[in-house]
């Protein structure tokens, strides 16, 4: 009886987890085809115009375009930044190395509240007007560190000795590191900055204490939820929720292709 219930209970439990992860994205996509008016709290009827026009609703579209400029501009300086660094934490010995890797990994356990007011004091004290640029910086902050930790692990998993054989045939470092180490690197660096990229777009705390009058899709997201968020958010939510689904499903299918091609071999 016991090794029945035993059985039984792991899948029942991970169903009902399950469940509740995917009910607040179910409700997301339910309401987008909500015909709304001023408010999207009570289901109206069914229509299918806020997908034939998801900028009807004022702002929604220009704050969508701010997010994906921020989280392009942030995750592009901090994976450059963040191999860079990793790169030296594994490679190289010096001084205060392992200062220097305590406050690389330090944004991952500050809480936001923290991070967020600490870099609002330092643009005020410099004098800087708070907009794109310093939500770009803030946000390169902390997703520098998901770079440095994703990457680093990858960079001390390289086999050194097959930089050491591509120098043994007179191979430069330069041309070492763009012929082997960086190819070996790209699996790293690709899921360091899809990471950044995702953690970007969905900032809101340091994004609010640092954007000033500039808007993101999930400032836009809050200050609406006070009078009910227009169904055209949920149509761009939707959206991104199925464009992510299908990046994951076709990596997945592409690795397993590959793993299946070189099986068959």
Same mark, same amino acid.
């Given at each position: ?10 899948? !029942?439990?991970?169903? #009902? ?31 299918? /115009? ?9 702002? !929604? ?21 963040? +191999?860079? *660094?990793?790169?030296?934490?594994? @490679?190289?010995?010096? @001084?205060?190395? %392992? ?5 690389? *990994? ?10 967020? /007011? ?6 005020? %004290? ?7 640029? +310093?939500? !770009?910086?803030?946000? +390169? ?16 998993? #390289? ?69 009910? *968020? ?11 929720? #199925?464009?992510? #689904? ?6 997945? !299918? *592409?690795?397993?292709?590959? @793993? ?6």
């Amino acid at each position: 009886m016991r090794q029945r219930i035993g059985r039984w209970i792991i899948p !029942v439990f991970g169903g #009902l987890a399950f469940v509740y992860l995917l009910v607040p994205i179910a409700y997301i996509f339910a309401f987008s085809f909500n015909d709304a008016g001023r408010t999207n709290l009570v289901w109206r009827g069914f229509t299918l /115009a806020n997908w034939l026009d998801p900028c009807g609703a004022p702002q !929604v579209c220009q704050s969508l375009v701010n997010s994906l400029q921020v989280s392009v501009a942030a995750t592009l300086a901090a994976t450059v930044l963040g +191999t860079a *660094i990793a790169l030296g934490l594994v @490679r190289y010995r010096f @001084r205060f190395r %392992n200062t220097a890797d305590l406050l690389i *990994i330090l944004p991952l356990a500050t809480p936001e509240v923290v991070l967020g /007011a600490s870099l609002l004091a330092q643009f005020l %004290n410099l004098g800087w007007n708070l907009g794109f640029a +310093t939500v !770009v910086i803030a946000h +390169t902050v902390f997703c520098m560190a998901f770079v440095v930790v994703t990457v680093r692990a990858r960079v001390a998993g #390289l086999d050194p000795k097959l930089e050491e054989a591509a120098s043994d045939l007179y191979a430069s470092p330069l041309a070492t590191f763009r012929k082997v180490t960086l190819p070996l690197l790209l699996p790293g660096i690709v899921a360091a900055a899809l990471l950044s990229f995702a953690m970007s777009f969905d900032d809101f705390i340091i994004t609010n204490f640092n954007s000033g009058s500039f808007d993101t899709f999930p400032k836009f997201i809050y200050v609406a939820a006070t009078r009910g *968020i227009p169904a055209q958010a949920n149509v761009i939510g939707s959206s991104m929720f #199925l464009l992510a #689904l299908c990046v994951v499903v076709t990596g997945q !299918v *592409i690795s397993y292709r590959k @793993r299946k091609a070189l099986a068959a071999r």
